[in-house]
């Protein structure tokens, strides 16, 4: 079977959530449940409307732009974008258009993959645009919600260097990644905040791969709403084409078209044909003035990108001691490093807290499938468990047991945290309790000494069993260990 390689560009488009207002218009920018109750008149192409510029918009976009190492332009302008479409109430979009003075033109992103090996992605350009309606379908009628009329949108547009689907989610991982940490958008799949289109072709591995005439039909899948379905989509229709190419029906069969990510079949399904350059009539937007961008300005939104997760990550391996695995548990999603971020200014050892937020709570967020903001143990609560560990006050169980009832009954853990379910540190109390035990199990002693190491947990069972489980396990070994070799 001869090996394909395959060439795949992303088309990612995120909204805009950290402004109070959408880009053009008044309304309110948030996410809301219930239909229509975030509209103004421009929203819905009312006669006599205008368009008003959101300048923290441009600022958001322009600094999307420069983490992602594009050009900036000197002047800003937006274009309109004609076609008609059920949720488009103006029959036309306001947007940017590439390759022209977007937020950002050219420039790159390095991508690092589980293995910590990095692979880097050209950018063709992002563009702030807005957001059109949405439909709602119901069996016989299909409803518009204007609610994400005018949302403010940034399109990012990759250039095709993407081989796998593994990468492709990588990418958008590290995308969402980008837009969280620096107070864009909470880039969040589940509110439609992130959408993405895929092209999708293949070349015979042994052809060179700079020469474009050796590559397949590009193949385009719109709008797919979740990660897994553009890791699916991807590995779906690589499969696809390279069964064309195998039985001989490629030509026939692969045509350059907008297919769509069916998650019931899990197949791509044709949507239409796709001519190589659709004319959308674009022309410069006459009711939004074209303006320059100051290099004061443009210096002022560098100066203020924030601390971004890959500079968290090497503080946590560099400056924490963090494994090179925990670092990226732990910056994966900007709620759950800032999580961790307090525990350790509260004063929790770096590592144990790193421990902690990575195996329990994350644990108990997938367990409840909630966020980290949704979890009854603030930071200040598991310092009220981490300080009992350091204090002798519980085991490593019992501050596990104390962790999951607290979350159970709702209450702080220092409610179960008293005297009377203290772990026993005192080593006058554990050499009573231990010469005790070992005064009754001489047998037990002689099969040890002959040789039978294995009957040194037997005894460490016998005194956590007295103890119910209070007894310092470190201590009762170095107890044992001592009160043993004296026998």
Known sequence: MTKYIAKIGLEMHCEVSETNTKVFSSAENSYKETPNTNVRPIDMAFPGTLPVLNKECVKLSLMASMILNCNQPEYMYFERKNYYYPDMPKNYQITQNPPEDCVGMGGYVDVLMDDDTTFRVGID??????????????????????????????????????????????????????????GISEADSKKGQIRCDVNVSIMDASLDEENPENWG????????????????????????????????????????????????????????????????????????????????????????????????????????????????????????????EECVKLGIDAKVAANWVTVNIVGELNKQNITIDELYIRPEMLKQ???????????????????FKAIEEQKEPKNYISAENAQ?????????????????????????????????????????????????????????????DKR
């Open 385 to 403: 468990i981490t300080d009992a560990i350091e204090k002798g006050m519980l085991s490593s169980k019992q501050a596990k047991e104390v962790f």
């Open 125 to 182: 350009n992002i563009h702030l645009e807005e957001d059109a309606a949405s439909l709602d379908h119901f069996y016989s009628t299909s409803n518009i919600d204007y609610n994400r009329a005018g949302v403010p949108l940034l399109e990012l547009v990759t250039k095709p260097d993407i081989h796998t689907a593994k990468e492709a989610v990588a990418f958008l991982e590290h995308m969402r990644s980008v837009y969280q940490y620096a």
């Open 217 to 340: 039909t590009k193949v385009e899948i719109k709008n797919v709403n979740s990660f897994g379905g553009v890791r699916d989509a991807i590995n779906y229709e690589i499969e696809r084409q390279t069964e064309a190419k195998e039985n001989g029906t490629y030509d026939t069969e692969i045509e350059q078209e907008t297919r769509r990510w069916d998650e019931d079949s899990q197949t791509t399904i044709r949507m239409r044909s796709k001519a190589d350059a659709i004319d959308y009539k674009y022309f410069v937007e006459p009711n939004i003035p074209r303006f320059k961008i100051s290099k004061e300005w443009l210096e002022e939104i560098r100066a203020s990108i924030p601390e971004l997760a890959p500079q968290r990550r090497s503080k946590y391996i560099e400056e924490y001691g963090l494994s090179s695995y925990d670092a990226t548990v732990l910056v994966k999603e900007k709620a759950i490093s800032d999580y961790y």
């Open 424 to 484: 026993i540190s005192d080593e006058g109390e554990l050499t009573r309790i231990i010469t005790e035990i070992l005064d009754n199990s001489t047998s037990q002693i002689e099969q040890y000494k002959s040789g039978k190491d294995n009957l040194f947990d037997y005894f460490v069972g016998q005194v956590m069993k007295n103890t119910r489980g209070k007894a310092n396990p470190v201590m009762t070994k170095e107890i044992l260990h001592k009160e043993l």
